[in-house]
């Protein structure tokens, strides 16, 4: 959405116009449904995410300030409901580091070494790509996940990632590093030269 | 440098948050090591497809419920 559209929106909507803020939700109901996906590891939690945020942001507006977009205000929101869900289901005191890739001195030694072939967005449809994008971050723990979803398709800093989390910033940078290997290597499997994996639908 | 460094560095090579003396040396190693080379590039790329790739349209029925509970919710008035 074009920002000066936004603001008048936002302001309207501040104004007591629900209409405007649905029509400012719908924008990005979709993010923050996938971001729900991405930490909460299902679509039930992933719903309960989008409506309590929703919900929240709609009795907050008035006091949204605007110092940043209104999406980025609608994450943080999303952010702690879905960190609630996993606290609720004590997942994320339970999040460790897969160890038994570490060796003696903490490094991730990666296995997977093969370039990809052609690149993923040609060599498959986008549903299939959303598909696998959806399915290996699932492979990462409940920590990790939430820090990489923050970091790298939100696009949070370091310090924001670790502020909105309760985290430090070593812990953010070592587990970001370790999440984005993992999620290399699990790509290398569907997009490696010499794939093993089929793609979900057959498609190559 | 040595291969086990230039994983350690890769997020920060990346984020280029390096300093450029650590950057030279990274991409020295780079220069003569395929590995670690076919390491940098997939890890870059797979940042980049998370970023890239849009995510689906809402489910219609969670749309459905979502309007619904908005719905309601106007119907009962703006909360105080």
Redesign the interface.
Known sequence: MHLDNEQSLVATAQAGDSDAFVTLLNQYSRHIYRLGVSITGNHHDAEDVLQEASLKAYRAIAEFQGNSRFYTWLVRIAVNVALGKLRKRALWKESSLDESRESEDGSYIPLEIESWGEDPEKACLNSDLRQILSEVIQKLDPKSRTIFTLRDIEKFSIEETARLLGLTIPVVKTRLLRSRLKLREELTKYFGKDARNAMPTGHR | MRC?QV??K???Y?DDELDPEVVRELERHLEHCE?CR??V???H???E???????????ED??G???Q??AQ??REG??S
């Open positions: 086990r994983i350690d890769i997020s920060e990346i590995d076919i390491v590039d997939t890890t790329k797979t940042v497809i998370f970023y890239h790739t849009e995510p689906a349209a809402l489910p969670v749309r419920r979502l309007n509970m908005f919710r106007f703006r909360p």
